[in-house]
């Protein structure tokens, strides 16, 4: 997807005069001190990033948590930036250096809010050559994604998913550096996309992006929400304002329909509320919403399997139509039904849609399986639930492949939502017989506190204390558990799912839970089951 300089931007950009973006925005020039725009001057790139500047760019210094973006104005302009955009503070600050900068100071009242728009207009409004699906919700999100995206390809040659795992296009991917990128990056990454011919694009909506405006500029020609559960309330205060937020994405200017499940209130009161035409998806089979519902999962079968599941979609024309997640558990019975739904509203004919969520491949890090039963060996899966409702039906969902005993290795985030952590203890002790509780991300938080808070949870629920264990390193615990483990139990490794980095005191450190799974197969560790 890049280029030898490892851009996710176009080979090919356009170029606009600086003169023309003042004009487009109603943009100000401090004066009279101001350096003057050039008549010809023109802008080929946005960023936000100083350390992603490149010869060209207009670089948007924001406000953020720590610092004004205005202090690394002279590094942007090093690099090559042409001019800057940013608040009156911002050019206050731009100001002291003003000598050395050289190029404009262009102001806005809200720099951010005008960000989006800003860089489709500068990449040429790429969205509008796309077909374009954004999914948002507290679990779900990437599953959803990658089910849409698998029945897309079905009719677009090449198409694009950006989330939270990778931002892909075609067959070329690397890492996401976080759910929803900043504006300038998502419409250069469509941008390059529509240079490499591709004609549809999935992407993943996060709360803190909505919130933020990261989607800007740009029109979805359907949206999606899969649930509202406890998560992000150290951002958003509560579970009002997190609902308020996820709401923003089924508005008139950022998406033309909506499809929302309706398993929870949130969904129920956002097809209430959306000021967007919307269509409900029951997925909860015998619910009361049901008989309401657009769409409703009117049966499913859960594969003993342990690969997927069987379900029946009721359709508002009233034909019952079969259907199939790859996936195991009713979650992703959910998620494969509002996939279908949204790749149908997105121009996918139903049985199109259907047959191609059917096959989607395996999702890095959602309930992947990396190790297979057998041989003196656990099933082993990966999975990315990271908040208590999630925890409970990754649980639920592996509970009926497991003969023996479910063993589960996890943790909870630091700086972060701290009242979650005892929930998921408690959750934990009462779903799974064996508890290795161990680190996941713990940022700037002492490890070991967040530990005892979840061990605190998980021992009210089991005050015996039986099989509850703590691991100082999350590659231990993993291999703690392969050591506790019989062939006919299971293992769930939950919280981090694909990251392949993990935070500790401010340091990202290369780790990924699959990579040690693997790396105890290779070494041949032997469990209390069978020694290999």
Not at 242 to 256: E, M, N, S, V, W
Not at 496 to 515: C, L, W
Request: aromatic share 4%; proline share 6%; hydrophobic share 45%.
């Amino acid at each position: 997807m890049t280029s030898p300089q490892g851009r996710m931007r176009p080979m090919h950009p356009a170029a606009h005069r600086i003169a023309d973006l003042v004009d487009t925005f109603a943009l100000r020039t401090p004066s009279p001190e101001g350096v003057p725009v050039p008549p010809d001057a023109v802008v080929t790139g946005v960023t936000v990033a100083s350390a992603a500047a490149e010869p060209g760019d207009l670089f948007v210094a924001l406000r953020g948590l720590k610092a004004h973006g205005a202090a690394y104005a002279a590094d942007a302009v090093a690099a090559g930036a042409v001019a800057i955009l940013t608040d009156d503070d911002g050019a206050r600050a731009c100001a002291v250096v003003r000598p050395e900068l050289g190029v404009p100071v262009l102001v806005a009242d809200d720099p951010r809010a005008l960000l989006g728009d800003v860089a489709a207009w500068a990449y040429d409004q790429p969205a509008r050559e796309l077909v374009t699906v954004a999914v948002t919700g507290t679990n779900g999100k990437t599953t959803t994604t990658y089910f849409v995206d698998a029945a897309l390809r079905a009719v677009h040659a090449t198409t694009a998913v950006l989330g939270t795992v990778e931002l892909r296009i075609g067959e070329d991917a690397i890492e996401s550096p976080r759910t929803t990128v900043e504006a300038p990056a998502l419409h250069a990454l469509l941008a390059l996309a529509r240079e490499r011919g591709t004609t549809a694009a999935t992407l993943e909506a996060s709360s803190h992006a909505l919130a933020l405006g990261r989607v800007h500029g740009l029109t979805f020609d359907v949206v999606g929400f899969t649930n509202l559960q406890r998560d992000h309330l150290d951002f958003h205060g509560d579970m009002e304002g997190y609902f308020t937020d996820k709401a923003r994405l089924f508005a008139p200017g950022q998406a033309r329909r909506g499809v929302v499940v309706i398993d929870d209130v949130w969904g129920r009161r956002l097809v209430a509320e959306a000021t967007i035409p919307v269509e409900s998806v029951s997925t909860h089979v015998g619910s009361p919403e049901a008989a309401a519902a657009d769409w409703a999962v009117v049966a499913a079968t859960i594969g003993l399997d342990g690969v997927g599941s069987t379900f029946t979609l009721r359709c508002p024309d009233g034909v019952s139509r079969e259907a199939f997640s790859p996936l195991p558990g009713l979650v992703n019975v959910s998620n494969a039904a509002l996939a279908i739904v949204l790749a149908h509203r997105a121009g996918v004919e139903l049985d199109v849609a259907i047959a191609g969520v059917a096959v989607a491949p395996a999702i890095p890090g959602r309930m992947e399986r990396v190790i297979e039963r057998g041989d003196g060996w656990p099933l082993a899966l990966v999975d990315y639930a990271h908040t208590p409702d999630a925890l409970v039906l990754a649980l639920e969902a592996v509970r009926p492949i497991t003969p023996g005993r479910l063993i589960i290795v996890f943790g909870s985030d630091g700086d972060r939502d701290q009242g979650k952590r005892p929930l998921m203890g408690a959750i934990a002790a009462r779903l799974a017989d064996v508890l290795v509780v161990t680190d996941e991300n713990p940022r700037s938080e002492v490890p070991v506190q967040i530990r005892a808070e979840i061990l605190a949870g998980a021992r009210a629920e089991r005050t015996a204390g039986t099989e509850i264990h703590e691991a100082t390193s999350r590659a231990e615990a993993i291999r703690d558990a392969l050591r506790l483990a019989h062939d006919e139990d299971t293992i769930i490794i939950t919280g981090k799912g694909h990251e392949p980095t993990q935070e500790i005191a401010g340091v990202f450190h290369r780790y990924n839970d699959r990579d040690v799974l693997l790396a105890a197969v290779r070494d041949g560790l032997a469990t209390t089951g069978t020694a290999l």
